[in-house]
């Protein structure tokens, strides 16, 4: 078969009606695998997630994707791979409360090649018949993906609350939407 | 091993705001989003994830003689890339609403029945050519909440991670034939006709088993394609 030959799949919304159990107990600590700890510093990331006109949407997913401690993603197209922390596998999934807040426990990740640290999100809802992409920060800095965008760079960074503790809010449309990305 | 991604064609993804869908102009970015070229954060993704989360199997009509109401049916599905190769060893979630169009979920208040037969959710892992089977009933039809008269046709909803986090897909499968589909406002935000008609599934000659279930193929394809070092 040719290269490329084959289209993506036309993407859907979950609905109102995504499974509670698959919102698995402990999938929002990523500090931990079948019981071992990760290395690296523990923090906490909260948000809220809202809509339009400021209502919190309860029951979105939010899941991330980020690397270990030393900026390694457990996969093979890191060249850095095989060094990746064995008790981090980089993955976590939430879905929000009533009043549309989200929680994670996980490690800070370091900086992958070329990149500052940072954290992938998606977000998926009822009324969202795409997958919605953005990209949690730590601080304002020149990475190039938080350089795409300019007036609205620090809607992307993490408010940083506490020693180990970082509020990263979404809103999905209207006045300071936080940026998405397509790609 | 390296994958590419390339933009998708528009026209073969649902837009985003759909008249009639009042949810996706409350929920959907107004400012338009942020074209970024892939680097190795969003070329890279979960590949152990059963090691995370629960499976489930996947047989969700019933066990022993506590079998759920509803037709019969035996759903193969394949699971590929951009370049026809199989994706294995990946996780799928599926739900469905049951044969009367009730899900199994405490947001669903339609009059419907609820079946306590059915389970509802299955949750697996592609087999190495990327295939797998779902045995359940026919999910029935529904009114959407609040809506205008609005009804889903019925149809199967698949959440599937493959290699890298941009080959994240979620996704809805429909059954040929249904009068339904054509009024459809989520099945008919795709423009392009033939990338909707991919989205339904085939009916194949039914199973030689006891039962005689009906059988179904379908066809998912993920983002991405082999990425070979040296070419473009």
Redesign the interface.
């Known amino acids: 078969m040719k290269r490329g030959a084959l289209v993506p799949t036309g993407e859907a919304t979950v609905g109102p009606f995504f499974p509670p159990r698959y919102v698995d107990a402990g999938a929002n600590d990523l500090t931990q695998l079948e019981g071992r700890g990760a290395r690296g510093e523990v923090i906490e990331i909260r948000g809220r997630v809202v809509q339009d006109d400021g209502a919190p949407l309860e029951n979105l997913i939010v899941e991330i994707w980020q690397p270990d401690a030393q900026g390694i993603f457990r996969h093979p197209a890191d060249p850095r791979h095989a060094q990746a922390d064995p008790n981090f596998l980089g993955w976590g999934r939430a879905a929000t409360d009533q009043d549309g807040r989200y929680f994670f426990r996980t490690i800070r990740p370091g900086a992958p090649q070329g990149r500052e640290p940072h954290i992938n999100f998606m977000l998926m809802f009822s009324g969202l018949l795409r997958i919605l992409k953005t990209t949690m920060f730590f601080e304002d800095a020149p990475d190039p993906v938080l350089n795409l965008v300019s007036n609205r760079r620090h809607l992307l960074i993490g408010k940083k609350e506490g020693e180990n503790l970082y509020t990263f809010d979404v809103r999905l449309r209207g006045g300071n939407e936080t940026p998405f990305f397509d790609d | ?3 590419l ?5 528009e026209s ?5 705001i ?1 008249e009639g ?1 009042p ?9 338009p ?17 059963a ?4 499976l ?1 199997g996947g047989d969700i009509a019933g066990r022993g003689d506590k079998q759920a109401i509803g037709q019969l049916i035996h759903l193969k599905v394949r699971v ?5 190769a199989p994706v294995g060893g990946t996780v799928v ?1 599926i ?1 469905q ?1 049951n044969a009367a169009g009730r ?6 208040d339609d009059h419907a029945p609820v079946d306590a037969n059915f389970y ?2 299955a ?1 697996l892992v592609t087999d190495e050519t990327g295939s797998f089977t779902l045995r359940t009933v026919k999910p029935g039809a529904y009114p959407v909440p609040a809506s205008d008269g609005w009804w889903r046709p019925p149809h199967i ?1 698949f ?1 599937l991670f493959g290699r ?3 080959s ?5 499968m429909y059954f040929p034939g249904e009068p339904l589909n054509a009024q459809d406002r ?2 008919n ?2 423009p392009d006709a033939a ?2 008609e ?2 339904v599934a085939r009916y194949l000659p039914p199973a030689a088993d006891p039962y005689n279930a009906l059988v179904l193929e379908h ?5 991405g ?2 990425a070979t070092p040296g070419q473009p």
Request: positive net charge; aromatic residues 4%; charged residues 30%.
């Open positions: 091993m390296k994958t991604i390339r933009p998708r064609e073969t993804q649902p837009r985003r759909v869908y949810q996706t102009a409350q929920r959907n970015p107004a400012q989003l942020v074209r970024r070229e892939p680097t190795l954060s969003e070329l890279t993704g979960p590949l152990e994830l090691r995370r989360v629960k489930l590929l890339d951009e370049d026809g979630e739900w609403a899900y199994i979920h405490p947001n669903d509802g959710a949750r909803h959440s890298v986090w941009l994240r897909l979620v996704t809805q989520i099945l935000a795709v990338a909707r991919r989205l066809q998912i394809v993920l983002r394609s082999a």
